[in-house]
């Protein structure tokens, strides 16, 4: 089982900035890629920005704004949200992909989700 722990989440007013943290523990021998998503209310669940073997892609919506980057050796990821507006309001969800152990089966695994909420 691998698990993954948000933080970071919260309420900032509108040209704020938040940074959000996610670790992934337990049984994992290797993580693939790792990515936040985001799913406001009444919305679908979409990609914010993943980032893999050292590659970043970022949604239209947050580019020049968000910054992914990642601590292979804490096994953890980060999102740092900069000019944030109303709209960036939604539940923030973690995501990681790769293999475990003991037989090196693939996982794809989720957070819990952190809110975010941009107003003033």
């Known amino acids: 089982q691998v698990q993954l722990v948000e933080s970071g989440g919260g309420l900032v007013q509108p040209g704020g900035s938040l940074r959000l943290s996610c670790a992934a523990s337990?049984?994992?021998?290797?993580?693939?890629?790792m990515g936040w998503y985001r799913q406001a209310p009444g919305k679908e669940r979409e990609l914010v920005a993943g980032?893999?073997?050292?590659?970043?892609n970022y949604a239209d919506s947050v580019k020049g704004r968000f910054t992914i980057s990642r601590d292979n050796a804490k096994n953890t990821v980060y999102l740092q949200m900069n000019s944030l507006k109303p709209e960036d309001t939604a539940v923030y969800y973690c995501?990681?992909?790769?293999?475990?152990?003991?037989?090196?089966?693939?996982?794809?695994?989720w957070g819990q989700g952190t809110q975010v909420t941009v107003s003033s």
């Open positions: 980032t893999s073997g050292g590659s970043t």
């Open positions: 337990g049984s994992i021998f290797s993580i693939n890629a």
């Open positions: 995501n990681a992909e790769g293999r475990q152990l003991p037989y090196f089966n693939s996982f794809n695994s």
